[in-house]
């Protein structure tokens, strides 16, 4: 059977959700798709005979080589009730967005965007108020700001498309009309010579690892070393960029999203910082 496809894994992992209500309950916003894969596992661990899944969900966990106990109800997705009539929708549960993938988000905003000047997420900021930021400069004046959609990540997209951003903004970049081209004055046919790139200012458009994969070679080669070790390393490498940003970025890095998206694991020590004795499962 075929690898499920990330659609199939988020729709199995909200049935899981509503079924089982595990705790935690399943990211499906901004995750990465294999660890996505990892909590359905988890989750599916909790199932009993006599639970009832639908048989689209069912197929993932199969796909998924998952264990599943016997006296499980298979069924297709109810489409209306015995007499024919429409069954009322359920009102679906808002996605869940944890307070650092906004922050993230905001980072990337800064970048790909150019916003000037550059948006802050403050650590007194609610959730609440961090979505009403987010929104405020995606639009103006009502009107969605246009601006290169390939730039962002995966992880981000999946946070604007929670949002209700992405398809106001793509729909907007594909419509923006192209400038025609003016046609050649007589006697100036030669082609002038291309310009180089200018660099950025924050270097986002130089090649090289950026200031996230920085702070996680640092921890693995240089560790043990703390947080104002790994900013120092930072501002060093990265001269032209804030430091009051980076250190926010090492704030929400170490140790949560590294134990989360990197191949290894980080812990504390009393002299700083380090890769994790025990390996990660």
Known sequence: MSEPKRPELIAAAKELNTLLDPDPKIKTVGVKTDELTKAIVVAAGLLDKGDSLTTETHAVLCALEIELPEGLVIAAADAGDENGDDVPEEKKPEPMIEREDLVSLIEEMNKVMDLDPAIEASEKSSIDGLKKLIHDNCYDKG???????????????????????????????????????????AGKGKDKPVKAEKAKKDGSNLKGPGVIKTIATTIKEQGPITKEGILAVLVEKFPDRDAVAMKKTINVQVPNRINKEQDFTIENSDKGWKVASKAKK
């Open 143 to 185: 009107e969605c700001q246009v601006f290169d959609t390939d730039k962002f990540s995966a992880e981000a997209w999946e946070v604007l498309t929670a949002l209700g951003v992405q398809a106001v903004i793509t729909k907007k970049a594909k419509d923006k009309p192209a400038k025609a081209e003016k046609p050649a004055k």
